[in-house]
T-cell receptor, first 114, second 113 residues
Framework: AQSVTQLGSHVSVSEGALVLLRCNYSSSVPPYLFWYVQYPNQGLQLLLKYTSAATLVKGINGFEAEFKKSETSFHLTKPSAHMSDAAEYFCAVSGGDSSYKLIFGSGTRLLVRP | DAGITQSPRHKVTETGTPVTLRCHQTENHRYMYWYRQDPGHGLRLIHYSYGVKDTDKGEVSDGYSVSRSKTEDFLLTLESATSSQTSVYFC????????????FGPGTRLTVL
């Protein structure tokens, strides 16, 4: 069965600092991986997706993520945090027998300090 | 933005009453999903549909039923609401591009007293 673990339910950074949100997955088949962002009182919006075309994936709002098969990781990064990045971020996996489902991590809330 | 609406957006109801939430899409996508979101749990799949009148259970389906009589509408029914079903409910759609990119609605906040 596939699963996703997001390390850290809350991450706090200063404005302008590096953002690093961690995601590790478990999958017996080559996975498809996603990062979604949720702003307060809104639905989820796709940030970026890994579909095996390239290991370094660039998304919206300056975010990127790197697929590392040897580490079963798909960490989300942004070089310089902005106040508007404050939100909750979810990592998700699909593929194989569960390709019609997305399995979500429990989420990481990003706080950006002025 | 994908054309997905959910109604109602907020609802307060009492234990034991039936509740129906509606998801409407204008994208003509084949797959539709209902999730619930609770603190510390991320999103958990309740039910999903892979076509008109074709539905299946997700990981937290007890106490919920669904129906899809038209491509554009997917209904979630709580047959007898309980306090444990207080949550935020999200609908999602997917056109099945091979890797299941899903688009989400704005959510319905349900409170069961």
């Amino acid at each position: 069965a596939q699963s996703v673990t997001q390390l850290g339910s809350h991450v706090s950074v200063s404005e302008g600092a590096l953002v690093l949100l961690r995601c590790n997955y478990s999958s017996s088949v080559p996975p498809y991986l996603f990062w979604y962002v949720q702003y307060p009182n809104q639905g989820l919006q796709l940030l970026l997706k890994y579909t095996s075309a390239a290991t370094l994936v660039k998304g919206i709002n300056g975010f990127e993520a790197e697929f590392k098969k040897s580490e079963t990781s798909f960490h989300l990064t942004k070089p310089s945090a902005h106040m508007s990045d404050a939100a909750e971020y979810f990592c998700a996996v699909s593929g194989g027998d569960s390709s019609y489902k997305l399995i979500f991590g429990s989420g990481t809330r990003l706080l950006v300090r002025p | 933005d994908a054309g997905i609406t959910q109604s109602p957006r907020h609802k307060v109801t009492e234990t034991g009453t039936p509740v129906t939430l509606r998801c409407h899409q204008t994208e003509n996508h084949r797959y539709m999903y209902w999730y619930r979101q609770d603190p510390g749990h991320g999103l958990r799949l309740i039910h999903y549909s892979y076509g008109v009148k074709d539905t299946d259970k997700g990981e937290v389906s007890d106490g919920y039923s669904v129906s899809r009589s038209k491509t554009e509408d997917f209904l979630l029914t709580l047959e007898s609401a309980t306090s444990s079903q207080t949550s935020v409910y999200f609908c999602a759609i997917s056109g099945w591009d091979g890797y299941n990119e899903q688009f989400f609605g704005p959510g319905t906040r349900l409170t069961v007293l």
